[in-house]
């Protein structure tokens, strides 16, 4: 905790919390049933004994709004009884958001869905929530401003995991968004939350966090808290409090604030690359929910679609599976080959298991939707996102070396890679040239080099955080495994155009033995082309036969047009252009 010296009387608002990750440190069912059944229990009890003790020390325990919302639908009788007296005593309060989540990887209408639990809890017990948190995730998207705007939430709280880099932002600023809208953010740097005191204002904020899903603390450690801070500041007023007060007391020098408008943006966002097939239905799945929403619905169907978000949602929690130093502290078994040799053991077993449980979030969202138009638009798209190897019988295969007409358009496909270096229109334009290419796939393994460049320049504070920091970010004993930084291309087997319709171009390839045998490559790619009379280019890429393995690799596909302009690449976030030349210094860049 940060020690701070004022002579000056100040209320201290005393936030006690914990950090929920739905899965991480067990699996995730058994996560959430811990805290129903035992933390929110402890929790109620806690403040219970210290009010009845008749000492002036208070404990308040803030959550995310999912949780209590959660907790409020499942709850035995007694339970909710026990919950709800808790709430209306003020020792049980939510914030704006339901979790921690990778903002970016949400759509708006998913976003405010999450923002709709707060909401209801308000309604609910006659609340109102200015306040949010979110922990652990460095940064998130300047779109989400609005939204917090739109649902009253006038105040932010950020703390940022400790040994990742944060953004290059004061610790309290006015965050403004284009629009005009804006909330006011607080950042606590290298740790959850800590001791803030503004200079200007007669209050300030501590919080006392347990460790991740750790439940709420003893009455001793409560005691120990209030008696740390008092030797601080022995003529402070210290309460247990609510992110809402503190919000309250922030208007006086909203004024006084700096202001930034940049983006953010979220450096944690590479754990969504982690399960492409998981994350291809979870968008895939957005984006029909939004055109549901877009196209009207009934009530009932409203009520579907809402069970549908319910699920929905525990996508883009920061959460992707169980905790691998902890669960699964293997640093030899990494390539194709070795974890064969330990892929059925009990461990492995478990551990695999956590990301199973993370997909079924998705079967339980299309079961949420009972049997209706949804479901089966549902069910048609989860088809068509199931790769095949093509019926070649139904395509006829044409020169490689040669250019390709195809509508108003001519492609010239690379003979080795199956790149297009060239996408010529009739009127001349080239949207493809050798130096832009087109559809090009490639795999890439990284090696101990490119992880030491990594703790370089996104690690920090290790002398405090290495122990736990090291296993969590890097690969330990990959340098035995990979010696090098490779790139490698695949080698294309053929061109075909669909019989059925000239418009549309397949390729085939595959990728060296090396690479699938060892790396854990894909062993054949496919890609179609098709162009249709409006002149839209629609892309398919299947990855067929890839073997499991736990390298360090990525797998890129690039769309490279010539532009005159490239400075003028723009990026959508919840829908809303967000150019990458205006993200702060170490935010997303």
């Known amino acids: 905790m940060t020690t701070i010296v004022l002579k000056k009387t100040l209320l ?33 009890q806690l403040a219970k004994e210290l009010r009845e003790s008749g000492q002036k020390e208070r404990f308040v325990w803030t959550v995310g709004a999912w949780l ?11 339970r909710r009884k026990d919950l709800e007296q808790a709430i ?13 989540t990778h903002t970016e990887l949400m759509d708006a209408s998913l976003f405010r869905h999450g923002l709709n639990y707060s909401q209801k809890l308000d309604q609910r017990f006659e609340k109102k929530t200015i306040a949010a948190k979110m922990t652990d995730v460095p940064g998130h998207t300047r779109s989400i401003v609005p939204l917090l705007v739109e649902a009253g939430i006038e105040f932010l709280h950020i703390g940022v995991n400790p040994a990742s880099t944060p953004p290059d932002v004061p610790p309290i600023f006015i965050w403004r968004h284009p629009s005009g809208a804006e909330v006011i953010v607080m950042y606590h740097k290298g740790t959850y939350g800590d001791l803030m005191i503004q200079e200007n204002l007669d209050c300030g904020i501590c919080f006392a966090h347990t460790g991740d899903n750790q439940g709420p603390p003893s009455v001793k450690d409560v005691l120990t808290t209030y008696s740390h801070l008092k030797g601080l500041f022995p003529e402070a007023d210290i309460q247990a409090s609510t992110l809402n007060a503190f919000s309250r007391k922030l208007r006086k020098i909203k004024s006084t604030l700096p202001v930034i408008t940049q983006e953010i943006g979220d450096t944690w966002i ?9 994350v291809s239905r979870f968008r895939e799945f957005s984006r029909l929910r939004n055109r549901w929403l877009i196209q009207g619905t009934t009530a009932a169907e409203q009520e579907a679609i809402d069970r549908f978000s319910d699920r929905l949602i525990l996508i883009p929690e920061h959460t992707w599976g169980m905790d691998e130093k ?13 974890l064969r040799k330990v892929k059925d053991t009990q461990k492995a077993k478990i551990f695999e298991t956590s990301w199973a449980e993370q997909r079924t979030y998705l079967s339980q969202a299309q079961q949420a939707l009972g049997q209706n138009r949804f479901s089966r638009e549902i069910q048609e798209a989860l088809s068509s996102l199931t790769p095949v190897h093509p019926d070649l019988n139904l395509w006829t295969r044409i020169n490689e070396n040669e250019n390709i007409p195809v509508d108003s358009y001519t492609l010239s496909i690379d003979p080795c890679i199956g790149a297009i270096t060239d996408l010529s229109c009739a009127n001349g334009r080239k949207l493809a040239t050798p130096e832009h290419v087109l559809g090009l796939f490639r795999y890439e393994v990284f090696c101990k080099t490119d992880y030491d460049r990594f703790t370089r320049q996104y690690l920090q504070n290790l002398d405090k955080n290495g122990s736990w920091a090291f296993p969590d970010f890097t690969k330990p004993g990959i340098e035995k495994i990979i010696k090098s930084h490779r790139e490698i291309l695949p080698i294309l087997d053929g061109i075909y155009r669909y019989r059925e319709k000239d418009n549309e171009i397949l390729l085939r390839l595959h990728m060296p033995d090396e690479a699938v045998e060892t790396f854990g490559s894909p062993k054949y790619i496919v890609l179609t082309l098709r162009i249709d009379p409006a002149k839209t280019i629609t892309v398919t890429l299947d990855l067929l036969e890839k073997q499991a393995c736990r390298l360090p690799v990525a797998m890129w596909f690039s769309l490279n047009p010539p532009v005159e302009k490239p400075e003028r690449w723009q990026l959508m976030k919840m829908g809303q252009f967000i150019s990458p030349l205006e993200v702060i210094e170490n935010g997303n860049r």
């Open 326 to 338: 902890t669960h699964f502290p293997d640093i030899v078994h990494y390539s194709t080959d070795e």
């Open 12 to 44: 201290i608002n005393l936030i006690f919390k914990t950090h929920l990750d739905i899965g991480f440190t067990d699996l995730a069912q058994r996560v959430i049933e811990n805290y129903f059944s035992n933390y929110i229990p402890r929790a109620i």
């Open 270 to 278: 590479h754990g969504v690359g982690s399960d492409p097939g998981k």
């Open 88 to 100: 209306e005593m003020g020792d049980i309060v939510w914030h704006g958001l339901p979790f921690t």
């Open 68 to 78: 209590i919302y959660q907790a409020m639908e499942t709850a035995s009788p007694a």
